[in-house]
């Protein structure tokens, strides 16, 4: 309650983003999205035009606030960045101030702090890809775009955010990280272990630096806009449900509730983990 996140990789309502939007603001927190530039005119339409107002409706039937979307491509962190052939495209030309450090300047113009910061994205443009065909560039954009974009979020929002109240950012993994997911390609594995790895290492940096709590929610798997590009996401939610300890149905929410949680005052002694909420699938070694 009375906190203000800055949820990064929402441009939809069908995302874990946007489900985490929502319980943190269900909770009372106040809500800043970053949403990528080429998706930010039809997200920001179809918000004005209450595609989104189902979606929105919180359990005591009011609708959620967005207090404001910034235009982020968390690939880039400063203008000098940025190449002439994205400069020049269509997708980003109405949008400006949009890098990260950019964004942070202006979250802090705006608002001057933030206490919770969520990094909800990943881009692996070669993900359909086996890794033994990726190409180089494919390997470090998957790279770039969701495991170093974590890495230039936390370390240009850090300086803004609450340490009084125990500043905490979450990211979302997925257990091809550590175990052979097949088809899941690009690199994207390869993205997904270093974002773990990092996890561990910011929480010790950010935690003696700032006070700052790091973790990651390994999330196991939803039919969202960037999962329905991996080209599978049906065979991984039906294995999941028929494998899992649970075989229950996975909601964006409950991954919404564990974030909301692990933002809060109750996970003040919870950093540097890799939080499992995936109806226990990642403990099984055999299927039955
Ligand atoms: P999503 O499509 O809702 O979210 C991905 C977002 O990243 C999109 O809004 C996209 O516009 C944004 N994005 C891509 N490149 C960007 C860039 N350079 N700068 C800024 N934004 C950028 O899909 P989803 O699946 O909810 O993804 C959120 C996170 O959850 C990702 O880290 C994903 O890997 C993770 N995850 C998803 C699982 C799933 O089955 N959907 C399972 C486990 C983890």
């Not at 004005?48 to 359990?59: A, C, N, V, Y």
């Amino acid at each position: 309650t009375g906190k203000r996140a800055f949820i990064a990789g929402v441009a939809d309502d069908q995302g874990y983003g946007w489900a985490i939007a929502k319980t943190l603001a269900s909770a009372g927190a106040e809500i800043l999205l970053g949403t990528w530039v080429p998706a930010l005119n039809i997200f920001e339409t179809s918000l004005r035009r209450g595609k989104f107002d189902e979606s929105r409706q919180l359990p005591n039937g009011s609708l959620f606030e967005i207090s404001k979307v910034y235009p982020l491509d968390a690939v880039f962190d400063c203008p000098e960045d940025v190449p002439d052939e994205i400069k020049n495209n269509k997708r980003y030309a109405g949008a400006s101030a949009w890098t990260v450090t950019e964004v942070v300047d202006s979250v802090k113009k705006d608002f001057g702090s933030i206490d919770i910061l969520v990094h909800s994205l990943a881009n692996g443009p070669e993900v359909s890809k086996p890794l033994l065909e990726t190409s180089r560039k494919g390997y470090l954009a998957a790279s770039s775009a969701s495991a170093y974009s974590h890495v230039s979020l936390l370390r240009h929002f850090a300086p803004i955010m609450n340490q009084g109240k125990c500043g905490s950012v979450i990211s979302l993994t997925y257990m091809a990280s550590e175990k052979t997911i097949p088809g899941y390609g690009g690199g994207m594995s390869s993205a997904k272990a270093a974002l773990e790895s990092d996890t561990r290492v910011l929480a010790f940096e950010a935690g003696r630096k700032y006070k700052i709590r790091v973790n990651t929610i390994s999330a196991g798997p939803l039919k969202s806009r960037a999962a329905k590009a991996i080209g599978f996401i049906e065979k991984m939610i039906d294995y999941s449900k028929a494998n899992s300890p649970l075989q229950r149905d996975l909601e964006a929410d409950d991954i919404g509730n564990a974030a909301t949680f692990l933002a809060s005052p109750l996970a003040s002694a919870i950093s540097g983990t890799v939080f499992y909420v995936d109806n226990g699938l990642h403990t099984m070694g055999m299927a039955l």
